[in-house]
T-cell receptor, first 115, second 116 residues
Framework: SQTIHQWPATLVQPVGSPLSLECTVEGTSNPNLYWYRQAAGRGLQLLFYSVGIGQISSEVPQNLSASRPQDRQFILSSKKLLLSDSGFYLC??????????????FGNGTRLTVT | AQSVAQPEDQVNVAEGNPLTVKCTYSVSGNPYLFWYVQYPNRGLQFLLKYITGDNLVKGSYGFEAEFNKSQTSFHLKKPSALVSDSALYFCAVRGPSGGSQGNLIFGKGTKLSVKP
């Protein structure tokens, strides 16, 4: 089964500083990968998804970017953080070979606080 | 467009009583529906899904959900609640085929509180 690793678990960064959050996946090849943000402990918003190395689709315009340098690695970045970037960031995956109705599997998340 | 609604911000039940967490959906095409649970500062854990077939779906930890096409609902249920069931519950629908490659669209979540 798939295992998703996210780090760090928590992060406090000042406004204007850069950001790099990493997600790696074990137990599957060529997964679809997703970055979600959960604000105020509630709803989840899809930020980016990727169906392969170097293929990134953005769902909402924002201060963040994503990259996929390796098959099972997904990175969320920012050059200059804003206060509004604070939140709980979740990486998810879905085996590409699985059916359309397969669930997503989530990592344990990174809580980012921008001060 | 695909969407789900969870009309209750919070549900309170006593331990041992049955629980229901409500979800309604709006989809174009066949609905692929999911329930997830989230404990504090953790990721989401998959509970169950409805794809087709029997309207009563059984999942993890004794949870089940009832799909009702006429009411466009997919309520989560458990016959006897445990204190350890206290968590945040999310209903989700699969995005449209050909869209975000299988992403899920989530409701805003319902906080379940089970008191001893």
């Amino acid at each position: 089964s798939q295992t998703i690793h996210q780090w760090p678990a928590t992060l406090v960064q000042p406004v204007g500083s850069p950001l790099s959050l990493e997600c790696t996946v074990e137990g599957t090849s060529n997964p679809n990968l997703y970055w979600y943000r959960q604000a105020a402990g509630r709803g989840l918003q899809l930020l980016f998804y990727s169906v392969g190395i170097g293929q990134i689709s953005s769902e909402v315009p924002q201060n963040l970017s994503a990259s996929r340098p390796q098959d099972r690695q997904f990175i969320l970045s920012s050059k200059k953080l804003l206060l509004s970037d604070s939140g709980f960031y979740l990486c998810a995956c879905k085996a590409a070979a699985s059916s359309y109705n397969s669930p997503l599997h989530f990592g344990n998340g990174t809580r980012l606080t921008v001060t | 467009a695909q969407s789900v609604a969870q009309p209750e911000d919070q549900v309170n039940v006593a331990e041992g009583n049955p629980l229901t967490v409500k979800c309604t959906y709006s989809v174009s095409g066949n609905p692929y529906l999911f329930w997830y649970v989230q404990y504090p500062n953790r990721g989401l854990q998959f509970l169950l899904k409805y794809i087709t077939g029997d309207n009563l779906v059984k999942g993890s930890y004794g949870f089940e959900a009832e799909f009702n096409k006429s009411q466009t609902s997919f309520h989560l249920k458990k016959p006897s609640a445990l204190v350890s069931d206290s968590a945040l519950y999310f209903c989700a629908v699969r995005g449209p085929s050909g869209g975000s490659q299988g992403n899920l669209i989530f409701g805003k979540g319902t906080k379940l509180s089970v008191k001893p």
